[in-house]
């Protein structure tokens, strides 16, 4: 049988499959992480030197052939490794979502009147709504057999370890070119790797269409991520969300530029329509902007609440499964203290992307004592568009001033063409505003 | 002939770069800094070295070593709570007066302010990663204008610890068979090149002898790298500095050499002034 290689996730060295080349083709935009293509998501629990790390795989092969090694900063035992529920991952990747807020203009004629009317329902349309009833699903219960869940795991000890590269090579695995100077490193460093690989008659017994996420913990001081056994597949960038849930403060790289996206914009209309394309473009432009040198802020906020919700918080339960280990066991105690949502956690999400060339190190982290919120926002603000008992003229002027602002702000943002944009906007009265034309140079250093 | 008294302290040029830094971080790289937190250090500091001053019977009162603490710190120290960038600029200039050893002050007050905080409260930290890469480019030519500059005066301590701290990180991967990107992608940070030209170089709290203060920054570096690489902990430099200080005054009394005085670096003179120096 002949196998190729590729690489997944941030974690995930070696895919053994028979459709790898194919898989950048099944994605389907949409809101959320799903957006982009090669978008994997981990959540980091951490809390002084413990962490207990969950890895979202997006494969859609053939199960069979999915088997991936783990490199994981300490020695790990059976019992640290554990198969999580999807379904709370895509509702973390729901609850920070960058989202999209809108107000309607108030009766101009009466007095000036603004209302927030909405959170995500209009702004992540089909994605998030999905999304929401998913994250209501149970998880499972998992068998304490060497079989984890749909997964054969292979704990491979510090001697076999060293025979890694052999072993695999024994066993059928094709290695990437490149892998065995970073597995030698990642050795010579004290971390260790295990292998997972799809059970399939377990997978068939519990009925799963998907593979659900794999779960460690462990205990070292290393808070990071090792993201160089990803970039070894010279198949472009990659898209990482990284969820990280502690007790205290935002979480940022230590040895990269933590960068918040801009938020609390005011955008045009139309971008409730195309709002996964204008993330999509303001992020790349964002990147480049960063020299794709940057990791960047999505959202930072107490898990207790939201405003705007883009999804509800993450309940007690959700939280438990995910490893937060501060909390409490039981969450009818948690109720009985009044405390009907978890305290003391903070998520912070990042999101980057990269190959080998912008991001040559591993993602190192540090907690910080920041607990200022933060939430990618996006605001529309429409027009009053009710009948007018009075003379509108004033109030079309303000807004197609604002039309215009926002038109620019967009076009800055996203690199789209301001001419294209203004194309798209309903300019109030029915008149364009002047524009006066662009000096030749204006934009040749964009 | 006062002037050029005056340009021979080499304390001006610092607080010119350091400035010029404050801006960058806050105009072009938006990384956190709030300007609450500056004027609360700026103004602490100050107050703190005027109360210390008059204290310990200094026969003036000089602002200029306070300013570059201040802005040490305003550039390190993160926090989103005043009280602590107060409780940072009392604790750096207070703890010069009250540690000393044969006439000089034992830690950097800045170094001494941020490990403090640091390692009592859960708020205050230090953000290593905020300047990117791009920025150090013109970053590392401030730096080397700064040794230009003073004319290099005492800058074996940065020379000899940035070459020792390199050497470590290549070295490291070399043997774990690492791309040659990864330490140089290391030594690109921002934080450890305001370390190693404001901190570390600080002529009051290294050994007096040349030759001391190559060995005193080589243990920094070697104890920064372990702290780092091998314990894998954050800001492995500033807390190696604040490790290694009480044994500069070991050195000093191995190794013979002049008490540095900021107003006249030149000076070959091995009396000390009478009274606390800071």
Request: charged content about 20%.
């Amino acid at each position: 049988m002949k196998f190729f290689i590729t690489t997944l996730t941030a974690l995930v060295t070696v895919m053994v499959t028979t459709t790898a080349q194919a898989f950048c083709g099944f994605y389907v935009a949409r809101a959320d992480t799903s957006l982009f293509n090669r978008a994997s998501q981990v959540v980091l629990v951490r809390d002084d030197n413990r962490t207990v790390i969950t890895m979202a795989n997006d494969f859609e092969g053939e199960a069979r052939d999915f088997a991936v090694v783990i490199p994981v900063p300490s020695m790990i035992e059976r019992e640290q490794i554990n198969v999580g529920d999807r379904a709370i991952i895509q509702h973390l990747d729901a609850y920070t979502s960058p989202r999209l807020v809108e107000y309607h203009d108030g009766d101009p004629c009466a007095r000036y009147d603004r209302e927030e009317l909405m959170s995500q329902d209009a702004a992540l349309p089909a994605a998030a709504k999905e999304l929401k009833r998913s994250a209501r699903s149970r998880g499972v219960t998992i068998e304490a057999s060497y079989t984890v869940g749909e997964y054969d795991i292979l704990i491979l000890s510090a001697n076999q370890s060293n025979g890694l590269i052999r072993w695999l090579n024994e066993n059928g695995y094709n290695i990437p070119s490149g892998a065995e100077r970073v597995v030698d490193s990642y050795l010579g460093q004290g971390m260790r790797f295990f292998v997972a690989r799809v059970n399939i008659q377990e997978q068939s017994k519990l009925g799963f269409q998907y593979l659900r996420p794999l779960q460690v913990a462990y205990e070292s001081n290393k808070f990071m991520l090792p993201i160089r056994l990803g970039t070894l597949n010279a198949q472009g960038k990659q898209e990482l969300y990284v969820y990280a849930l502690t007790r205290t403060g935002r979480v940022e790289t230590t040895n990269y530029r933590t960068v918040k996206l801009p938020t609390n914009v005011e955008v045009p209309e139309f971008v409730e329509g195309e709002f996964a394309d204008f993330y999509r473009d303001m992020f790349t432009r964002q990147t480049q902007k960063e020299n794709e040198r940057a990791v960047f802020l999505e959202y930072a906020w107490d898990m207790a609440w939201c405003d705007p919700c883009a999804a509800d918080p993450l309940s007690h339960e959700e939280l438990r499964k995910l490893g937060v280990f501060w909390l409490g066991d039981n969450e009818q105690e948690a109720q009985r203290r009044m405390q009907p949502r978890a305290q003391n956690v903070f998520v912070t999400r990042l999101h980057l992307r990269y190959d080998a060339e912008h991001f040559p190190e591993d993602l190192m982290f540090q907690e910080t004592g920041d607990r200022q919120n933060y939430q990618g926002r996006y605001v529309i603000r429409h027009p009053w568009k009710g009948e007018a008992s009075c003379d509108l003229t004033q109030y079309d002027a303000s807004v197609r001033e604002r039309q215009e602002r926002e038109a620019q702000l967009l076009a800055n943002m996203t690199g789209w063409d301001i001419a294209d944009i203004r194309g798209k906007i309903p300019f109030a009265g029915g008149i364009r505003p002047e524009t006066v034309k662009e000096p030749w140079w204006k934009r040749i250093w964009d | 002939m006062k002037l050029i008294s005056r340009l021979a302290d080499p304390r001006y040029y610092q607080v010119a770069v350091l400035t010029t830094l404050l801006g960058i971080g806050v105009f072009v790289l938006d990384f956190g800094i709030r300007w609450q937190n500056a004027v609360a250090i700026i103004l602490t500091a100050q107050a703190a070295q005027f109360i210390c001053s008059r204290l310990s019977g200094l026969p003036r009162f000089d602002p200029m070593s306070a300013l570059i603490t201040s802005l040490s710190l305003t550039l390190l120290l993160r926090t989103e709570l005043i009280a602590l960038a107060v409780a940072a600029a009392a604790i750096a200039i207070s703890s010069k007066f009250i540690i000393r050893v044969n006439g000089k002050h034992v830690f950097n007050p800045a170094n001494a302010a941020l490990v403090t905080l640091m390692l009592l409260s859960d708020y205050a930290w230090v953000s290593s990663g905020q300047w990117g890469s791009a920025a150090i480019g013109a970053f590392g030519l401030a730096c080397l204008g700064f040794l230009v500059l003073t004319r290099a005066r005492r800058a074996e301590t940065t020379i000899a610890f940035l070459a020792c701290y390199g050497a470590l990180l290549f070295g490291r991967a070399l043997w774990l068979g690492d791309p040659i990107s990864i330490p140089v992608h290391q030594l690109q940070n921002g934080a450890l090149l305001i370390f190693a030209f404001f901190m570390i170089s600080d002529p009051k709290t290294t050994p007096d002898a040349a030759i001391g203060r190559v060995v005193f920054a080589a243990l920094v570096a070697a104890v920064a790298f372990t702290i780092q690489f091998i314990f894998y902990q954050p800001n492995g430099p500033i807390l190696a500095l604040i490790l290694s200080a009480p044994l500069v005054p070991v050195i000093d009394a191995l190794l013979q050499g002049t008490h540095y005085r900021w107003e006249n670096p030149d000076a070959q003179s091995s009396t000390h002034l009478k009274g606390v120096q800071t």
